[in-house]
C-alpha cells in the first residue's frame, strides 16, 4: 500500500472561498476572518451571530464566563489574601474592579446546559364549595444549575482550577466573607449570586475532560439583550376579547378571588384585601408598588431583582 503524503485540500479552491467570505463579512461589518453563521432572516440565526457594525470579537456577547468584581481600593488586599500561588493566579483572571484593575472574566469551562427555574411563594386553602383561597408570598430563593465539561490535561488542567475557584473564591461562604457576588455570564443573561455546591467526575474511560456541575444562589438576573422584534399582536385579526362566549360553561374550581388574596392585609378591612388594593371589586395592579421592572428602550436592558420584590 502507497501512503501519500501530498494533502488532500485543494488550496486552489479553498483560497477564493475564503476571499468571498472575507469581502462578505466586511461588507455586513463583521470581522474579516469570522466564520460564524449569519442567516438572510433574522429569526432564523443564532443569538451568537448578531449583526453588529464594526464587530471585531466573533461570540465575545455569547461566550459563557465568570466574574468577580472587587472594588479597586481592596483589589491588591484581596490578591495579598490568597496564599495559594495557583489561586492567586486564578484570581487575577476572574477577578477585577471591571475598568482598571485585574482581568476581565474567566472562560476556562465548557458550558452545556444551564436550567433556570423560578417559582412564586404561594398557599392554596380548600373550602368547602368548588372553589379554593391563594395566597401568595412572593419570589422562592431561586437556584439555577449549571453542567458542563472541564479540560483535564497536562497543558489545561481546567479541573483543579474549577475546585479552587469554588473552594476559595466562588462558593457562599467565601463570597460572604469578602462582600463580594459572582457573576455568570451567556446568552443574554447576567446571572449575580453564590456557587453552593460544585461536582465533577473522573472516569477512567475519559480521562481528559471531566464532566461537571454546580448550583447557583440567584440574587439577581440582568438581561442584556432587547427584543429585535415587537411580541406577536392578534389585534388585526380581531380578537379582543377573553370573556367566555354565551352559553359556554367553567368548570376550573377558582372564582377569580384567589387571584385578589395578598398576605398582610389590615385587620380593618375584608380578608385577603391588601393596601395595594383597597377596592375587593377593584382589579388587581399587574405590576404592584415595589416589583421592579426595568426596561430601558434605548439600551435594550432590562433588570429583574428578586431582592427588591415583595
Known amino acids: 500500500m502507497t501512503v501519500s ?9 479553498i483560497v477564493p472561498a475564503m476571499q468571498v467570505i472575507n469581502q462578505f463579512n466586511a461588507i455586513t461589518g463583521r470581522d474579516i476572518n469570522a466564520l460564524g ?29 465568570m466574574f468577580i468584581q472587587v472594588p479597586s481600593a481592596l483589589y491588591e488586599k484581596f490578591l495579598a489574601s490568597l496564599t495559594d500561588k495557583e489561586t492567586a493566579d486564578i484570581a487575577r483572571v476572574l477577578t477585577g474592579d471591571n475598568v482598571q484593575q485585574g482581568g476581565i472574566g474567566y472562560i476556562d469551562f465548557f458550558l452545556q446546559r444551564a436550567h433556570h427555574a423560578l417559582n412564586d411563594k404561594y398557599q392554596v386553602i380548600e373550602t368547602l364549595s ?37 473552594n476559595e473564591l466562588g462558593r457562599g461562604t467565601q463570597l ?3 462582600g463580594f457576588i459572582m457573576r455568570l455570564r451567556y446568552d443574554s443573561l447576567i446571572v449575580n449570586g453564590a456557587m453552593t455546591n460544585f461536582e465533577w467526575d473522573l472516569m477512567g474511560e475519559g480521562e481528559m475532560s471531566t464532566p461537571f456541575s454546580f448550583n447557583l444562589l440567584v440574587k439577581s438576573v440582568q438581561i442584556v439583550y432587547g427584543g429585535l422584534r415587537p411580541p406577536t399582536n ?17 368548570f376550573v374550581a377558582g372564582t377569580g378571588e384567589a387571584s385578589k388574596s395578598f398576605i398582610g392585609g389590615p385587620a380593618t378591612k375584608p380578608e385577603g384585601v391588601s393596601d395595594n388594593n383597597p377596592d375587593p371589586q377593584a382589579e388587581v395592579d399587574v405590576n404592584p408598588e415595589g ?12 433588570i429583574f431583582d428578586p431582592a427588591q420584590a415583595r
Open 130 to 166: 368548588d372553589s379554593y383561597v391563594a395566597f401568595f408570598f412572593g419570589l422562592q430563593a431561586p437556584v439555577f444549575s449549571y453542567t458542563g465539561t472541564l479540560m483535564n490535561t497536562y497543558q489545561d488542567d481546567w479541573t483543579m482550577r474549577m475546585l479552587r475557584i469554588f
Open 234 to 250: 392578534l389585534r388585526h385579526l380581531g380578537f379582543k376579547e377573553f370573556e367566555p362566549q354565551v352559553g359556554g360553561s367553567t
Open 37 to 65: 453563521v449569519q442567516a438572510a432572516q433574522p429569526f432564523s440565526s443564532p443569538k451568537y451571530a448578531r449583526h453588529r457594525t464594526n464587530r471585531h470579537h466573533e461570540f465575545e456577547d455569547t461566550m459563557a464566563r
Open 5 to 13: 503524503t501530498k494533502n488532500p485540500l485543494n488550496q486552489g479552491a
Open 176 to 178: 460572604a466573607r469578602r
Open 291 to 302: 416589583v421592579t421592572q426595568n426596561f430601558d428602550s434605548e439600551t435594550g436592558q432590562t
